[in-house]
T-cell receptor, first 111, second 113 residues
Framework: DAGVIQSPRHEVTEMGQEVTLRCKPI?????LFWYRQTMMRGLELLIY????????DSGMPEDRFSAKMPNASFSTLKIQPSEPRDSAVYFC?????????FGQGTRLTVV | QKEVEQDPGPLSVPEGAIVSLNCTYS??????FMWYRQYSRKGPELLMY????GNKEDGRFTAQVDKSSKYISLFIRDSQPSDSATYLC?????????????FGQGTILTVHP
């Protein structure tokens, strides 16, 4: 398996624009996570899914953030409208047990 | 109080040294304990995974869990410059929260030749 695949790797956008981050989990994994990493706050869990169903979205910072998982092999994290404080590295991870496997991340810069 | 506390360092050691990295946690319900390594501009990669108290060894790495003290450690023997990275502890409560990991802040380690 190629591991967790995220796209794009880098995204630079202007404040107010919509941003969509994409994730393909490892085949057979039934959990999918979206994390955000910043120097100040470290790695924060935004939302996670089990069998495509959102289980806990308490980490989603605002209504501007939304996530979907239409099927077992694809998930999106959308920010609309984006703000400079959303600049961070966003990671997707998947698991079928207690340990999670991470993608390479999307580095988002909002100017 | 954060659920998982980890000293961010940075920690700088000479090649060949023994490195000790530590985390404390507050929730006694935590059952699964992991260490991740993250190189610069990369995603975290799983290093070690343990369940319940005790030691687990894998090559130069040893993970230790003391549930009575709510304390977890990662030891690196004969440290190498290639070990330079950020090390993150991660803990999973299991049960109805199975799958949800809580991470420490990460410790930045530099091993200099």
């Amino acid at each position: 398996d190629a591991g967790v695949i995220q796209s794009p790797r880098h995204e630079v956008t202007e404040m107010g624009q919509e941003v969509t981050l994409r994730c393909k989990p490892i085949s057979g994994h039934d959990y999918l996570f979206w994390y955000r990493q910043t120097m100040m706050r470290g790695l924060e869990l935004l939302i996670y899914f089990n069998n495509n169903v959102p289980i806990d979205d308490s980490g989603m910072p605002e209504d501007r953030f939304s996530a979907k998982m239409p099927n077992a092999s694809f998930s999106t994290l959308k920010i609309q409208p984006s703000e400079p404080r959303d600049s961070a590295v966003y990671f997707c991870a998947s698991s079928q047990g207690a340990e999670a496997f991470f993608g390479q991340g999307t580095r988002l810069t909002v100017v | 109080q954060k659920e998982v506390e980890q000293d961010p360092g940075p920690l700088s050691v000479p090649e060949g040294a023994i490195v000790s990295l530590n985390c404390t946690y507050s929730n006694s319900a935590f059952q699964y304990f992991m260490w991740y390594r993250q190189y610069s501009r990369k995603g975290p990669e799983l290093l070690m995974y343990t369940y319940s108290s005790g030691n687990k060894e894998d090559g130069r790495f040893t993970a230790q869990v003391d549930k009575s003290s709510k304390y977890i450690s990662l030891f690196i023997r004969d440290s190498q410059p290639s070990d330079s990275a950020t090390y993150l502890c991660a803990i999973n409560a299991g049960g109805t929260s199975y799958g949800k990991l809580t991470f420490g802040q990460g410790t930045i380690l530099t091993v200099h030749p």
